[in-house]
C-alpha cells in the first residue's frame, strides 16, 4: 500500500499528519486490534491510531478531543477478529462515550451533537471476496476510506 503506515501505537499516541507530504496513511495487522482516525472536512487534517485489543486511556481521549471539532468525521474501525454485535453493541459506544466525556471535559460540548461518526466493520471473508486486505484501513487525503487493496 502507498502512502504512511501507522504502527500499533502507545496508548496515548495520536499519529498527525504525515510529515514528508501528503499520501494516504494507513495501518494493518489489526486483528484483534481497533483504530480511530479522523478526518476534518475543512482543513483535511487527518489522524490515525492503531489501538492494541482496542485500550485507550483518558488521556487519549483527551488528546484526541483537541483535533475534533464540528467538522471533524470520526472514524471507528474493527479488525478482523470478533463479532459485528460486540464491535458495535460494546466497542463502538466505549470509544464514543470516551470522545464525548474528552469533548465535554475540553468545553466542547457543544461540538458533540455535529460530530460525525463512521463505523467501519467487515468479516474476513467479506474482505477477501472484494479482494481488500482484512484487518486494514486507509485514510486518504480527500477523506476516502476502507480497506486496503492489494496491489
Given amino acids: 500500500m502507498e502512502g504512511t503506515e501507522v504502527k500499533m501505537a502507545r496508548k496515548n499516541y495520536l499519529w498527525p499528519e504525515t510529515p514528508a507530504g501528503r499520501s494516504a496513511i494507513w495501518t494493518r495487522s489489526l486483528g484483534p486490534c481497533q483504530c480511530i482516525a ?12 492503531h489501538l492494541p485489543g482496542g485500550d485507550t486511556t483518558e488521556s487519549y481521549y483527551d ?13 471507528l474501525v474493527n479488525g478482523d477478529v470478533g463479532s459485528k454485535e460486540q464491535f458495535e453493541g ?4 466505549k470509544f464514543k462515550k470516551g ?3 474528552a469533548l465535554v ?9 455535529k460530530v460525525s461518526w463512521i463505523t467501519l466493520w467487515t ?4 474482505d477477501e471476496q472484494k479482494r481488500t486486505v482484512p484487518g ?3 485514510l486518504e487525503v480527500d477523506g476516502r476510506y476502507g480497506r ?3 496491489d
Fill in 148 to 150: 486496503g487493496k492489494y
Fill in 90 to 93: 460494546i466497542e463502538c459506544p
Fill in 123 to 126: 468479516e474476513r471473508a467479506e
Fill in 136 to 138: 486494514t484501513f486507509v
Fill in 105 to 113: 471535559r475540553d468545553g466542547k460540548g457543544e461540538v458533540v451533537p
Fill in 63 to 75: 488528546l484526541l478531543a483537541s483535533v475534533i471539532s464540528d467538522t471533524v468525521v470520526v472514524f
Fill in 99 to 101: 470522545i464525548v466525556d
Fill in 38 to 49: 479522523t478526518f476534518n472536512t475543512a482543513d483535511g487534517e487527518r489522524t490515525l491510531t
